[in-house]
């Protein structure tokens, strides 16, 4: 795999380490196998430096460019998830936080009074009943969206 098809699979899964310079471990300048692109490579290289003895928290943190802070941060990360603890964090918001279970309910019951009802008009209704302002296309996302079933 080349180089640059690699860094591009890194790019899309949000692996790719944004400060590939600040890696100065020997495995990683004297080895084709070690990447300092690859951020999850570099995580857990890092842990692993420290577990086997071969360097202090602060002497492995720094040959791969993190801060103890952030060592600690990661090796709590993983020792809660295992490697799965190493891959970032989605960003932005992880559910509909404003077509909450509340507001999905109302408009369960707008669809019961009047099963036409056009979405500006539930929209409207939303933002009267909720002062809430939703985007069109996000309120047509969460009708497609599954049911959840009662719990018996």
């Not at 899309?12 to 951020?39: C, G, M, S, T, W």
């Not at 071969?54 to 295992?82: C, K, N, T, W």
Request: glycine share 4%; proline share 8%.
């Amino acid at each position: 795999m080349s180089v640059s098809s690699k860094e591009t699979i890194l790019r899309k899964q949000a692996l790719l380490n944004p400060h590939p310079d600040r890696v100065q471990a020997p495995d990683f300048l004297e080895h084709d196998f070690f990447d300092p692109l690859d951020l999850l490579q570099v995580k857990y290289e890092m842990l692993r430096s420290v577990h086997q003895g071969d360097l202090s928290v602060s002497q492995a943190a720094r040959l791969h460019g993190f801060s103890r802070p952030a060592y600690y941060q990661i090796y709590h990360a993983f020792q809660e998830h295992g490697i799965a603890g190493l891959l970032p964090l989605k960003r932005g918001p992880q559910s509909a936080h404003k077509l909450n279970a509340q507001v999905m309910e109302f408009v369960d019951q707008l669809y019961v009074q009047d099963p036409h009802i056009p979405l500006p008009m539930i929209l409207k209704k939303i933002q009267q009943r909720f002062s809430l302002r939703i985007h069109r296309r996000s309120l047509e996302r969460a009708l497609k969206r599954p049911k959840k079933k009662p719990l018996e």
